[in-house]
């Protein structure tokens, strides 16, 4: 199988340029379980070694990191436990500087941000074990909802101040105030406390309670979508009617690349699955074994829900979710060097697989499709104009293709042109050394 961590694969034919394939972006070496899968379905998986509630969770690199949360008896605790999905195992990490629950936690470029609960702001870095303390929050704020978008974190929400919006920048380490959450129902805006939130590409998705009761429409959630490069809020369709008994408790988002991009927004039983792409919402399978406050992290597009409560009792629970549609997303083959170029026997045409692949082929100028197994010269390939196009499978058995590479294939430069000119150079150099001698010489006859 072709392995995706920084590996280059060297696709090589005999009758066309090198082609490099460069899997990225992939979060692990492979899926976290191997065919066949059941959608839609829950799976225990190993308990969370430190029982906790009010606990957040986030992903870097594979790994899911449990940080913070309060223990059996409600005191805020710094733990920090490491998850492996590939292995099933857990291992402990560099403790939280400040003790704290029901805080916000995003991954961004590698790091993780552990905002709010107060106005703590401090970031862990899984490379080097290690914590660093950054600005904080300009208000104290807890059960914030925070997440990453367009070089920024964005904290909404939360108790007491109800509608804050702020956009940390991680560069250069400031805070700016961006437009409110929006209060639709009027009053106290019940998702302050009661909401989740995800982004997806520059725009932030916002599920969010707005009345917890009413005589006739009862609890209200509404779906609002806020916009970064315009700063500005717009409706979107609501939960449906499955999700308002269970209120909103995490959401996160599938990329894609396993699974269809959907967010996966859970209430202490519920589960609905939200398309931005069509803005409709479905209903999930129910959490098996129903409490809340859990965290919620998502590792090639399997969800995990990790700790939580009961009603009086902190949780160990672990359950993996395999998402709607899992294994059915082809591989995505895209090419880096520019189309209709033109290339030596020397050149190569650089693609890129998002993920690990069982096997790749190409077809080239209509022929039949071959294997791509080794490292073959171009030698053979004739002056004039191609195309190609690379093909990938994955371990389901989905194909996903490039788009079709049309390119031109020139003469090799001459190797004495180069010696030429070296030449010409040296032959210019020497006149002009002679031609200031002769001056000097003449300059001392004169005198």
């Known amino acids: 199988m072709y392995r995706a961590n920084g590996i280059l694969l060297i696709l090589l034919l005999s009758v066309i340029p090198s082609i490099l394939v460069t899997p990225i972006t992939a979060t692990s070496e492979q899926p976290s379980s191997s065919p066949p899968v059941t959608e839609n379905s829950w799976t225990e998986m190993t308990p969370l070694p430190t029982p906790r509630s009010g606990l957040r969770a ?136 009661y909401a989740a939130s995800a982004a997806v590409g520059d725009k932030v998705y916002w599920i969010g309670v707005v009345g917890f009761f009413d005589q006739t429409l009862g609890m209200r959630i509404l779906t609002e979508v806020y916009d970064t490069k315009t700063d500005s809020w717009s409706l979107r369709a609501s939960p449906p009617d499955g999700l308002p008994d269970q209120l909103p408790d995490a959401a996160v988002v599938t990329t894609g690349k396993w699974a269809p991009q959907r967010i996966y927004v859970f209430g202490s039983s519920a589960c609905c699955a939200y398309d931005p792409a069509t803005d409709k919402w479905s209903l999930a399978q129910r959490i098996p074994m129903p409490h809340a406050d859990f965290g919620l992290a998502v590792v090639d597009d399997k969800l995990y829900a990790i700790g939580g409560r009961y009603v009086f009792k902190t949780a160990d629970l672990n359950l993996e979710y395999t998402p709607f549609g899992y294994g059915t997303v082809p591989p995505d083959v895209s090419l880096v060097s520019a189309q209709n170029s033109s290339f030596t026997g020397k050149d190569t045409l650089v693609f890129t697989v998002n993920k690990p692949v069982a ?80 001056f000097r010489r003449s300059k001392k006859s004169s005198n």
């Open 58 to 193: 986030a992903a870097v690199n594979g790994k899911i990191y449990a940080i913070g949360g309060w223990d059996g008896d409600s005191v805020a605790v710094v733990t920090n436990e490491m998850y492996n999905p590939a292995s099933n195992n857990w291992t402990t990490k560099a403790p939280m500087p400040t003790a704290r629950a029901q805080f916000g936690i995003v991954a961004y470029e590698g790091k993780i941000y552990c905002i709010g609960g107060g106005t703590t702001n401090e970031v862990y870095d899984p490379a080097t074990d290690t914590w660093e303390t950054k600005a904080p929050m300009p208000t104290a704020r807890s059960n914030v909802e925070v997440s990453a978008a367009d070089g920024k974190i964005y904290v909404m929400g939360g108790d007491p101040d109800q509608t804050l919006n702020y956009a940390y920048d991680p560069v250069s380490d400031n805070w700016t105030v961006k437009a409110p959450v929006p209060n639709i129902a009027g009053g106290f805006n019940s998702a302050a406390i």
């Open 359 to 438: 096997s790749m082929q190409y077809c080239l100028d209509g022929q039949a499709n071959a294997t791509l197994t080794g490292n073959l010269a171009l030698a053979g390939l004739p002056v004039g104009q191609h195309n190609v196009t690379v093909y990938a499978t994955d371990e389901f058995g989905n194909t996903g293709a490039s788009d079709t590479i049309y390119f031109t294939i020139v003469k090799e430069t001459e190797p004495f042109a180069a010696v030429t000119l070296a030449a010409i150079a040296v032959a210019v150099a020497v006149a002009a050394v002679g031609i200031l001698a002769y």
